[in-house]
């Protein structure tokens, strides 16, 4: 479901727990709601566990300005504006029960229908995620590199459930 106000201290929460068991974010944040909640964010999901608890999210930004639009305007071959999927956070309890792929999958869909192209980046090392995306079929589109909110490099990978056809070689 879409996030509403009243979540936003939950998904803090989450998103703390995240940041304790796998240091996402890299550095713990001096207002957590605000980088949840950026200027370009168009709308954000969130999944609830059986009891309605928050227990995961994800947020659907406006990929203008982003240092890694011109890459994804570049290596999606489609007319589409590219929406990028972000804050992709499921709490360590909660993990491997399909909510990261409810989440991605139903953003995918809205924006996909909406006539958006869908992207993510993801760190090179996290194989993890980067095996949940493959597992979804999304497609690897690009390679770059990013800095962290330490100053430190890192490669990342760029993904879209792009059709084949799309993608550039």
Do not use: F, K, M
């Amino acid at each position: 479901r879409r996030r509403e106000a009243d979540d936003v201290d939950d998904v803090v929460s989450v998103l703390h727990a995240c940041h304790r068991a796998d240091g996402y974010p890299e550095a713990w944040l001096a207002d957590p709601a605000a980088w949840l909640q950026p200027r370009r964010e168009l709308w954000a999901l969130v999944g609830t566990d059986g009891l309605g608890n928050v227990v995961a999210h994800v947020g659907v930004h406006d990929a203008t300005g982003h240092p890694l639009e011109p890459l994804w305007i570049d290596s999606a071959r489609s007319a589409s504006r590219p929406v990028v999927l972000s804050r992709l956070v499921v709490h360590p309890l909660h993990r491997r029960r399909g909510y990261a792929s409810a989440l991605l999958n139903s953003a995918a869909a809205e924006l996909t229908d909406a006539g958006l192209t869908p992207c993510l980046d993801v760190a090179l090392a996290n194989t993890e995620a980067r095996s949940l995306y493959a597992h979804l079929g999304w497609r690897e589109i690009g390679a770059s590199s990013v800095t962290t909110q330490r100053r430190i490099p890192v490669a990342v990978l760029i993904y879209s459930p792009l059709p084949e056809e799309w993608v550039s070689s």
